[in-house]
């Protein structure tokens, strides 16, 4: 991992890096630059917003744009692979965000985390080695953690930046990284898959950004089949998604539209049934008893209504 | 209803009035203004924002904004009772603000209405005397029609732009107004059910703004009271809210946060159980025979599943 140090230059902390590395890939932003003040800040947002606010204008999403006011630039720079933003906000606590792209609030977030994770693991009676991929902010792994049989969780995290910049300001969630039945991985989660032993996992969390920018490729054909391969039978996979079978959705604040979906698959053998979850956490003694905060979304019912669709999705799922 | 002549200036279709009324209320903020430009219709928003978008503040939801892309403005101006605008977006179709607080969006509101009419009219067997407070706009009239043993439908908007306003760009809900079951009251809507007869109505849906400006009434105690008299027994009442035992939410995406909730009661009387629908409309023949466009979002299922809350939620309610 690259060595990266850290100063506070004002109000905003800037990184210097003694170098980077490519890897090979030539499709990189190579040159990572730092910003030391809130209007290059603003500028670097392709469109213009109200000064002191984050913007979110995207591809995806034209026409419509979600902000939130900056109480506090903490970390702005490139990385190899993406801009990647962390402010504390007004109202959410703090923000990290990915060329632009709000990836995670700390207030506002966790609805989206509980489900990516217990959506899929409260689906199958004993998940025991879990692969996440993305995930490097460390919220999806804190989750992952509440299970009492894991054994093993691998995260692949393509961007050492997200990792450094996220241990530093969510200490809370540094020390899991820690738990010896942890393996932190920095590189491409698609070629970590497509190499992983075959029938290794119980789970594979793809806990990843847009399906625009270092993403792309998680979201297409020969990523599923390598993950399929990966898993079990019986194995279980999560990913935010568009739609497909087992297509389950939640809300959040700070989304485009306020909500997200997940795509929920299962390879062939022992039977998988997502809606009705065998395994749901919020049921489970031995996460009750333990020193984890308690959850603030997920529970069995809302597992369950996850997967209940408005009619219009229902029919562009049945079509 | 006042007399209010229309002409189209430019791109902008700006109301010209003769007279205004008082109603003996002297906290009306009076003289009708017009706007013929979209610069003065951007700083007419408190906040400066993104030419050639609208942006949401709130008091409500503080240190954070939505916003969305105008093509046209089609009507700018003050009525007695609030500030009232609407325009063509990129993505949304039409969009009505009241003080500068997205309403009702042509293609995103759907969520809001369906569940706001559903919820009550899909837990009673056989609706048949409605009362909607609030809702000049016309979607929400456009929802209780489906019914097919509607009888009679009151509705009581207390502000004549909004209703002239969505007359003349929402055509295809202005018909609906002329049913000979349906009366409209130009009106204040806590006065009128204070005056209604007792046990009058199966439902009465308080589709009104948020509680601040106008509708502020209409989230307070006495108001209650008297929706109580004012439904039969077993009757129920629907509107947007905070909390409360019945607590239903749905998704949509131009609300701050991407949420909201509804509140749902019923008077003492034949039980009602909101949260397993004895009259849903998605099963209703009668319905599927009639020339009205399908549900886009409501079905049975969603119906149960809106009463499904989160784990942070079902706390607050239960404290």
């Given at each position: 991992?690259?060595?990266?140090?850290?100063?506070?230059?004002?109000?905003?902390?800037?990184?210097?890096?003694?170098?980077?590395?490519?890897?090979?890939?030539?499709?990189?932003?190579?040159?990572?630059?730092?910003?030391?003040?809130?209007?290059?800040?603003?500028?670097?947002?392709?469109?213009?917003?109200?000064?002191?606010?984050?913007?979110?204008?995207?591809?995806?999403?034209?026409?419509?744009?979600?902000?939130?006011?900056?109480?506090?630039?903490?970390?702005?720079?490139?990385?190899?692979?993406?801009?990647?933003?962390?402010?504390?906000?007004?109202?959410?606590?703090?923000?990290?965000?990915?060329?632009?792209?709000?990836?995670?609030?700390?207030?506002?977030?966790?609805?989206?985390?509980?489900?990516?994770?217990?959506?899929?693991?409260?689906?199958?009676?004993?998940?025991?080695?879990?692969?996440?991929?993305?995930?490097?902010?460390?919220?999806?792994?804190?989750?992952?953690?509440?299970?009492?049989?894991?054994?093993?969780?691998?995260?692949?995290?393509?961007?050492?930046?997200?990792?450094?910049?996220?241990?530093?300001?969510?200490?809370?969630?540094?020390?899991?990284?820690?738990?010896?039945?942890?393996?932190?991985?920095?590189?491409?989660?698609?070629?970590?898959?497509?190499?992983?032993?075959?029938?290794?996992?119980?789970?594979?969390?793809?806990?990843?950004?847009?399906?625009?920018?270092?993403?792309?490729?998680?979201?297409?054909?020969?990523?599923?089949?390598?993950?399929?391969?990966?898993?079990?039978?019986?194995?279980?996979?999560?990913?935010?998604?568009e739609s497909s079978v087992n297509y389950?959705?939640?809300?959040?604040?700070?989304?485009?539209?306020?909500?997200?979906g997940?795509m929920?698959?299962?390879?062939?053998?022992?039977?998988?049934?997502?809606?009705?979850?065998?395994?749901?956490?919020?049921?489970?003694?031995?996460?009750?008893?333990?020193?984890?905060?308690?959850?603030?979304?997920?529970?069995?019912?809302?597992?369950?209504?996850?997967?209940?669709l408005p009619?219009f999705a229902r029919s562009l799922i049945e079509s």
């Amino acid at each position: 991992m690259e060595v990266i140090s850290t100063h506070t230059n004002g109000s905003v902390i800037t990184i210097t890096t003694n170098g980077h590395h490519n890897n090979g890939k030539s499709d990189h932003r190579n040159g990572r630059t730092t910003h030391d003040n809130d209007n290059k800040l603003l500028l670097g947002n392709s469109n213009s917003i109200k000064p002191g606010w984050f913007s979110e204008f995207s591809a995806l999403w034209p026409g419509e744009a979600f902000s939130v006011k900056i109480e506090k630039l903490l970390f702005q720079g490139k990385s190899d692979y993406q801009d990647v933003m962390l402010f504390e906000s007004a109202t959410y606590g703090k923000v990290l965000t990915l060329d632009g792209a709000i990836q995670h609030t700390e207030n506002g977030g966790f609805p989206y985390t509980e489900m990516i994770v217990h959506l899929p693991l409260g689906s199958i009676p004993t998940p025991k080695k879990v692969l996440i991929i993305g995930g490097g902010i460390g919220f999806t792994l804190f989750e992952v953690l509440r299970y009492s049989t894991i054994e093993k969780i691998d995260i692949v995290e393509i961007d050492d930046v997200v990792v450094d910049v996220s241990r530093k300001f969510f200490p809370y969630l540094a020390a899991n990284f820690n738990d010896p039945r942890v393996t932190m991985v920095l590189g491409d989660g698609a070629a970590f898959v497509k190499a992983a032993q075959a029938g290794y996992y119980d789970a594979i969390i793809v806990d990843s950004s847009d399906p625009i920018g270092p993403a792309k490729d998680l979201f297409e054909r020969p990523f599923f089949e390598a993950v399929a391969k990966a898993l079990r039978p019986g194995g279980v996979v999560c990913t935010q998604a568009e739609s497909s079978v087992n297509y389950a959705w939640t809300t959040v604040p700070t989304y485009p539209t306020g909500v997200i979906g997940y795509m929920l698959c299962s390879t062939e053998g022992p039977e998988v049934d997502f809606k009705n979850p065998v395994n749901p956490i919020d049921k489970d003694t031995t996460h009750v008893k333990s020193k984890l905060e308690s959850l603030k979304f997920y529970n069995t019912d809302i597992h369950k209504a996850a997967f209940i669709l408005p009619s219009f999705a229902r029919s562009l799922i049945e079509s």
